[in-house]
């Protein structure tokens, strides 16, 4: 199966700073990736599919990129609710997998 | 609104068998594919089973097949798991979970079950 590896594992960040995420694939899935947000205690939410398009309702601040094996999300300039835990996928290959997360913190 | 509810999770003990549901309002059920997604307590997320439109094509991941059975009645708008000879890492939040693109766009808010005797 493809495995997804998330980094870093944690992210330590202040509001209004910009985050980086990052997710890369044991073998490439093209641009079939997807990244959700989850907070506590709550179900995830898409934010971004086939590696750069927002979901609807997603505010232009998540923005995502990448194709073949590395992708990226980006925060601009992070909210308050932005902090979370976020989960990349991939539906190139059978079965589809999701990374292990990465959990951006308030600094 | 879209909107996924589960429910008949709760503790079984090992070898043990559950039913999940998931009632669905809010979009044109029967022309989605539906998924069930699980989480084990503070860990990431596990695609379980995906079902077609018309119930005609179910997959699962390895590790719950032939003890796990998705099924959906697009007259009820609803989906459900039948989850038999259960095991301790069975222990999870299930999800239901809307399918678009191979993506899962809108989630329910999750079934807690739990395997230990």
């Known amino acids: 199966e493809t495995v997804l590896t998330q980094s870093p594992a944690t992210l330590s960040l202040s509001p209004g700073e910009g985050a980086t995420l990052s997710c890369r694939a044991s073998q490439s899935v093209n641009t079939y990736v997807a990244w959700y947000q989850q907070k506590p205690g709550q179900p995830p939410r898409l934010l971004i599919y086939d590696a750069s398009k927002r979901a609807a309702g997603i505010p232009a601040r998540f923005s995502g990129g990448g194709s073949g094996t590395d992708f990226t999300l980006t925060i601009s300039s992070l909210e308050p609710e932005d902090f979370a835990i976020y989960y990349c996928?991939?539906?190139?290959?059978?079965?589809?997998?999701f990374g292990q997360g990465t959990n951006l913190e308030i600094k | 609104e879209v909107q996924l509810v589960e429910a008949g999770g709760g503790l079984v003990q090992p070898g043990g068998s559950l039913r999940l549901s998931c009632a669905v309002s809010?979009?044109?059920?029967?022309?989605?594919?539906m998924s069930w997604v699980r989480q084990a307590p503070g860990k990431g997320l596990e695609w379980v089973a995906n079902i077609k439109q018309d119930g005609t094509e179910k997959y699962y991941v390895d590790s719950v097949r032939g003890r796990f059975t998705i099924s959906r009645d697009n007259t009820n708008n609803s989906l459900s798991l039948q989850m038999n000879s259960l095991r301790a890492e069975d222990t999870a939040v299930y999800y239901c979970?809307?399918?678009?693109?191979?993506?899962?766009?809108?989630w329910g808010q999750g079934a807690l079950v739990t395997v230990s005797s």
């Open positions: 996928q991939q539906r190139s290959n059978w079965p589809q997998t």
């Open positions: 979970a809307r399918v678009a693109s191979a993506y899962f766009d809108f």
């Open positions: 809010g979009f044109t059920f029967n022309n989605f594919w």
